[in-house]
């Protein structure tokens, strides 16, 4: 783990009203990490952190051994969250496009590159329809070909596919973790479902009353659970 490569939170805490969370750990670049635990314990408030949503109370956070920049948008990462922030009045080539210019106005060739990106989560021929045109797994590919488009190298999921049934849910997760792997991309998804922790991580996180550990390898994680992930999972161990 050690090396420029990577996102290092160090000694992080993050303060919502009686709520804090500290996070000392850090990840190599490419891994893929499920963040788990139960409800309240601080899972979104650790991506909402990284994303650069709040302002840490203490700590600094690296990526490749730089400090992160302070402002969201200049943070070298992508977002995917359930409602795959899709605006409904943009078409699907415009809601993807805005992933690589606010603006929208794309050259020829970044336009040529957010076709590509349709055309590679199997979209293309929805380049013109609007968001209410697609089901919830053609608007989860939307927001995978926005990612994609962006080759931003960190992605932050919160639960993208839990409103999706279970066969779709899984396509989804399998076609995510294509493109993430093939890209490089370092990955961090919230999920409640140990499932999909499994499916598509390699690490997970626990949090769990306001305290990230350290990514462990997940399956011998998910094998010997800590007695904070063992009464979490309850009897739906996998
Ligand atoms: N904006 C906020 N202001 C004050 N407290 C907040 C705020 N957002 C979250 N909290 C509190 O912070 C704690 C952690 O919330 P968080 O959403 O990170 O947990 P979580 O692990 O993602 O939970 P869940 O699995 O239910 O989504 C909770 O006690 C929550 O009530």
């Known amino acids: 783990m050690e090396g420029a490569d990577m996102l290092h939170l160090d000694r992080l805490c993050y303060q919502l009203n009686e709520f804090s969370l500290t996070a000392d750990l850090q990840i190599a670049a490419g891994d893929r990490v499920a963040v788990i635990g139960p409800s309240g314990g601080g899972k979104s408030t650790l991506l909402n952190g990284i994303a650069g949503f709040l302002v840490p109370r203490a700590g600094q956070?690296?990526?490749?051994?730089?400090?992160m920049p302070d402002h969201p948008g200049e943070r070298p990462l992508s977002i995917l969250f359930q409602d795959h922030n899709l605006f409904p009045h943009l078409t699907v080539l415009d809601n993807v496009a805005i992933g690589l210019r606010p603006d929208m106005r794309l050259s020829a060739a970044q336009k040529a590159q957010a076709v590509a990106a349709l055309d590679q989560v199997g979209l293309g021929d929805k380049a013109m329809a609007y968001p209410r045109d697609l089901s919830g797994g053609q608007q989860g590919r939307a927001g995978l070909a926005r990612v994609l488009l962006r080759q931003r190298p960190l992605l932050l999921l919160d639960e993208p596919?839990?409103?999706l049934g279970p066969a779709l849910k899984d396509e989804m997760l399998e076609i995510t973790r294509q493109i993430v792997q093939q890209a490089g991309i370092t990955a961090l998804m919230v999920t409640h479902d140990p499932q999909d922790a499994l499916s598509f991580a390699?690490?997970?996180i626990l949090v769990a009353e306001g305290q990230a550990q350290a990514p462990a390898p997940i399956g011998p994680l998910f094998d010997h659970p800590p007695?904070?992930?063992?009464?979490?999972?309850?009897?739906r161990a996998p």
């Open 61 to 67: 956070m690296f990526w490749g051994g730089q400090p």
């Open 202 to 204: 390699e690490y997970a």
């Open 161 to 163: 596919f839990a409103a």
């Open 227 to 235: 007695p904070a992930l063992q009464s979490y999972l309850g009897r």
